[in-house]
């Protein structure tokens, strides 16, 4: 941990006037980090399957698993190029459906 006090306790009398204007705007960026929000957890969920997965468990391809996905709680993509899918919601809304 960084002892600023310290730093104030050492610094000679004409650095005082800087260190309050460094120590400010140190306090200002602070508060903005602390105000910001931080990145979206994943849903908590009990166990992950690939599209390929997910298709095998629903007897259907890929492609319509990730046509399915589009907008259902279950989907999940942390990125462009990958999604995940919340087995036990896939689960659930495979049994909802007619």
Sequence with gaps: MIDLGKFVDDARVEELPELAGAL???RVKLQLRLAAPGPA???AV???LTPAEAAGLARASK???YEWAVGKRWAHRPSKRKMLIDEAGFRAWLGSRP
Excluded: D, H, L, S
């Design 41 to 43: 957890p994943a849903p």
């Design 63 to 65: 492609r319509q698993v």
């Design 24 to 26: 400010e705007a140190a």
């Design 46 to 48: 009990g166990k992950w």
